[in-house]
């Protein structure tokens, strides 16, 4: 498909007139084609036999370009089995390119991308996650970008606006902040593998302000961005957790601000215990119950939110990962038994009584005998 439209671009680049048309496809065949003096720029897509040198380019003056040694109005990437060259300004008339170029797949040629994207919402939050699509287009045609870009990249940054500029005219620092990369391989948040469609998960990882969003596609060769200006919100909601009680039971308190419907939320985590063990954290509402804190230590939590705005857009959060540390239980301590003076110990009480009745029975003992002695 990619092919057959690159056919029929190119021959819309060549054709003026339908016996001009002839005469071009016949020179198309030796690797001969014509650019229109209305082209600004052009990109060729050169296939060779596998593996082979770099093409050289002839000029319609007849000088060369090479893949090492060009003018800067030329990008040049090469493969063991593409050439990719983009000309800036092209000299309008007959060019041609020299080289193991492949029979059937030849050149082909395309102009005039345009880089598409589903549009952000105007006012996000900060640390929400939004899924982003985005397109390659030649007018309303969506161009194979694995085909055509080899080495494609496409990432998502913010540009904070300069410090101190005025708002009229206020300019963005070049001091990007990447939130996310697209690709069309099937994997993350994209659903089918080279479709065209390629698919970000952008985290606005940024402090609230105004933003401009940008969106870059290049291969060395190709550049294209997509910009819109957006304004950050805080985050919607914060949490915190509550002190494990004797039982070691423990929650996650949520506070949500005047942009969430109350009754929204849900929330998605993973408990990290100080061993590393994982739990699965789910729950609905502004209170979550947690696994026990058994072990004492540093304990991780990472997750995201989901909720409605008062708006009715549907928004992820990404939560910031929380460390807390929680500390061992107390143990119970005995009160120290009150000190008894010592005449109270029991020993001494009874040492105490025991010579007490030993000195009444030596007196009554005493005293019997006197008593006897005076009557004898």
Known sequence: M?????????????????ALAQEQHARWLD??????????????FIE??????PVVLIRPDGSKYYQQRHPDNISWVSTPSRDIITLWR???GPWQATGKVNAERGISLLSLFRLELEPLPPVLFQNEVVKLGAWLKHD?????????????????????????????????????????????????????????KLTAEVVVDALPGNYLFQAQATNRVLARAYEQEVLIHPMPLSLSFSTPSD???????????????????????????????????????KSITLPPAIQPGNYRFQGRAFAT???GREIQIALPEQVVRVA?????????????????????????????????????????????????
């Not at 092919?3 to 003026?16: F, N, P």
């Open 247 to 285: 039982e070691r039971q423990w929650r996650i308190d949520l506070a949500l601000d005047s942009n969430l419907e109350p009754d929204s939320l849900e929330i998605i985590g993973q408990l990290f215990n100080p061993l590393e063990q994982r739990a699965d954290v789910t729950g609905r509402g």
């Open 90 to 92: 092209p000299t309008p």
């Open 328 to 376: 061992a239980p107390a143990v119970a301590r005995k009160t120290p038994a009150a000190v008894q003076p010592w005449w109270k110990n029991p020993i001494i009480q009874l040492g105490t009584g025991m010579a007490a009745a030993l000195l009444l029975a030596v007196a009554a003992f005493l005293w019997w005998r006197r008593r006897r002695s005076g009557k004898g």
């Open 31 to 44: 690797n001969t084609f014509r650019i229109d003096p209305s082209i600004r720029e052009i990109t060729l």
């Open 140 to 196: 309303d045609t969506v161009v194979d970008a694995a085909y055509y870009l080899d080495g494609l990249s496409l990432d998502a940054r913010l540009l904070s606006p300069a410090a101190g500029a005025p708002e009229p005219e206020q300019r963005f620092e070049q001091a990007p902040i990447h939130i996310g990369a697209f690709a069309d391989d099937g994997t993350g948040l994209d659903e089918y593998p080279g479709d065209g």
């Open 48 to 53: 060779r036999e596998t593996p082979s040198a």
């Open 309 to 311: 705005t008062v708006t």
């Open 2 to 18: 990619a092919r057959a439209i690159s056919r029929l671009l190119a021959l819309a680049v060549l054709a003026a007139a339908p």
